[in-house]
C-alpha cells in the first residue's frame, strides 16, 4: 500500500535549518509529485511548494522564496524539505503528500519547534 | 492567490443528522484542461488530512458513501448524510487549479 513515512521531530533554534524527509513506498516514487504543507498549532492549512521527483523541478509559495528548498533522492525514493532562517512562527507540523492536483496520500507529519 | 472560504467555521450536528458545509472560491476553479480541481479534506484530532472527495464530487477510495460533494465554477458543497461519531473533525476545501494551492480556514464538525 502506498505510504508516505516523514523523519522525526526537530527543535531547532531561530537563524538555523531544517531538513525533513519524506520516505515513499508501495508505488513508483517518481511517477508523482510531491507537495509539502504546513500546519501551526490550532491554525489551518498552508502550502508550502511541490516537487517533481521525475524531472526535479519544483515550485513554491511566494512566502517561502528563498527560505524553503525542495529536493530528492531518487535512490532511496525519499523526498525532502529544507527550511532555513526558521522563525518562532515556523513552529509547526510539516506535512508531504503525493499528488499534482489531488493530494491523495499524506505523510504523518514532521512536529518542528523553533525555540531559543 | 485564489482565497477559499468555507462556511460555517463551525457545525455542531446530532448524531444520524445530515450536516453541510459550502466552499467558496474567489476565482473560477475551472481548469483549462475542463476539469475543476476541488477537494475536500478530512482532519480527525491528532491525525495527518485525509482525502474525502476530488475533482467536486468523486469519492476517494475507502470512503463511505454518506460523503458527498457538489458544486461548480466558485461554490462547492460537502455533505454528510448522517453524521457518526468517526466524523468529528476539521475539513478543508482545497483548491489545485492555480498555484499557489489555497485551503480553506476549515470547519469544524462536532456533536451537540
Known amino acids: 500500500q502506498v505510504q508516505l513515512v516523514q523523519s522525526g521531530a526537530e527543535v531547532k533554534k531561530p537563524g538555523a535549518s531544517v531538513k525533513v524527509s519524506c520516505k515513499a513506498s508501495g508505488y513508483s516514487f517518481t511517477s508523482y509529485d510531491v507537495n509539502w504543507v504546513r500546519q501551526a498549532t490550532g491554525q489551518g492549512l498552508e502550502w508550502m511548494g511541490w516537487?517533481?521527483?521525475?524531472?526535479?523541478?519544483?515550485g513554491y509559495a511566494q512566502k517561502f522564496q528563498g527560505r524553503v528548498t525542495l529536493t530528492r533522492n531518487t535512490s532511496i525514493s525519499t523526498a525532502y524539505m529544507e527550511l532555513s532562517s526558521l522563525r518562532s512562527d515556523d513552529t509547526a507540523v510539516y506535512y508531504c503528500?503525493?499528488?499534482?492536483?489531488?493530494?491523495?496520500?499524506w505523510g504523518q507529519g514532521t512536529l518542528v519547534t523553533v525555540s531559543s | 492567490d485564489i482565497v477559499m472560504t468555507q462556511t460555517p467555521l463551525s457545525s455542531p450536528v446530532t448524531l444520524g443528522q445530515p450536516a453541510s458545509i459550502s466552499c467558496r472560491s474567489s476565482q473560477s476553479l475551472v481548469h483549462s484542461d475542463g476539469n475543476t480541481y476541488l477537494s475536500w479534506l478530512q482532519q480527525r484530532p491528532g491525525q495527518p488530512p485525509r482525502l474525502l472527495i476530488y475533482?467536486?464530487?468523486n469519492r476517494f477510495s475507502g470512503v463511505p458513501d454518506r460523503f458527498s460533494g457538489s458544486g461548480a465554477g466558485t461554490d462547492f458543497t460537502l455533505k454528510i448524510s448522517r453524521v457518526e461519531a468517526e466524523d468529528v473533525g476539521l475539513y478543508y476545501c482545497m483548491q489545485a487549479t492555480q498555484f499557489p494551492r489555497t485551503f480553506g480556514q476549515g470547519t469544524k464538525v462536532e456533536i451537540k
Open positions: 475533482k467536486i464530487s
Open positions: 516537487m517533481n521527483p521525475n524531472s526535479g523541478n519544483t
Open positions: 503528500a503525493r499528488g499534482s492536483r489531488v493530494t491523495e496520500h
